[in-house]
């Protein structure tokens, strides 16, 4: 069963709405639907919705990073009929040849992990859809164009669950010319609220 | 789609030989279709196989632990309509009193991890069904039964991607009376090669 995208889009920010906590300035919680507890059929609908967006792009790999980011890019790959891989973290472990690498700061938790992708898992020619739960400063996305690029494959795009508009992350992928497709847009938090940005569905596809 | 259970197995078992690579005595690499890069028809197959087997048991959530848990434990969540939760580890955080936590130890990597899962997602009168990857040692079970216990929820069963039957964990389940299905049997390690069991997917279900 497939919903249309939009309404996917309405059930996402009513969920988040009515069960997400803003935390602070910058930090929202969902862990009822997104990153603890799943829904899985809400996820199934997500990751439907990246692969209608993204159907044209001739996708041969969708990438995310442990652990949040395997639902949705999980359900985007069974649509999408391709593999799915997750980088690995490490905070420290040394890494070896096997593995292409990247840094990844974390503003939240104020700590650098290295993310890792064995080399036999992306190489030259794969076109990869980068999906993950969230975008803030756009570190993680960061960190997978670099894996993507020291593997010689092309990134074709970028698809978020929620993105927190107002931090840095929108505008680097934008200004990299990336297609971008974020579907729940938060404008900015208000009185420990949340609010969606007007022109709702982040949609920068060709 | 869902293809006949006895299927999934045999292609289950056919990318274990073609693919997994067996490393000293006990360690099993499925990294190209398990836990790293993740094959998502496979894995959705393997929630259909699942739910089919549990489908009579009234679950009312999945439980697994991340990172290589919830690919399975998702497809198998969105199977039987319920929702998914994946216990955190922690190295060390102190943990609070909003969290179930139970300790871990991992043979493979010789460190003890903290797992904890959030006190709203797991309740009395919860039917839990457990998924995970691998069974080895039982640990990582075993402390999702402690959290399990915490909430006063009811354990129904494990369902187990890939089992080595030569280690511990396989008897610890059963020695508890908990359904336990295994798809894939691995009864030895012999030259490098992997040996299934003869009776091929354990399955202990009433």
Known sequence: MKLDRRLV?????????????VLGSDI?????????????????QIG?????????EN?????TIESSGIAPALMTSLQLQVPMIFA??????????????A??????????????????????????????????????????LDIINQAGASAVGVGIVIEKRFQAGHQLILSK??????????DRF??????FSKQGETSHVN
Not at 28 to 42: A, E, G, T
Not at 59 to 63: D, G
Not at 190 to 195: A, I, R, T
């Open 9 to 21: 889009i309405k059930i996402l920010e009513e969920k988040i709405k009515s069960e997400g906590i």
């Open 28 to 44: 929202l919680k969902v862990d009822s639907f997104l990153n603890h507890q799943i829904d899985p059929f809400l996820m199934s």
């Open 48 to 56: 439907q919705a990246f692969a209608e967006k993204f159907s044209h």
């Open 59 to 63: 996708i041969s790999k969708v990438l």
């Open 88 to 101: 690995r973290k490490h905070q420290s472990r040394t890494l070896n040849e096997e593995f292409f690498s």
């Open 103 to 144: 840094s990844v700061y974390s503003y939240t938790k104020q700590t650098e992990n290295q993310i890792a992708v064995s080399k036999r898992f992306i190489n030259p020619g794969d076109r990869v859809l980068i999906i993950d739960d969230f975008l803030a400063n756009g570190q993680a996305v960061q960190g997978l």
């Open 177 to 186: 010319n990336l297609p971008l497709v974020s579907l729940a847009s938060i």
């Open 190 to 195: 208000e009185d420990g609220q949340v609010v």
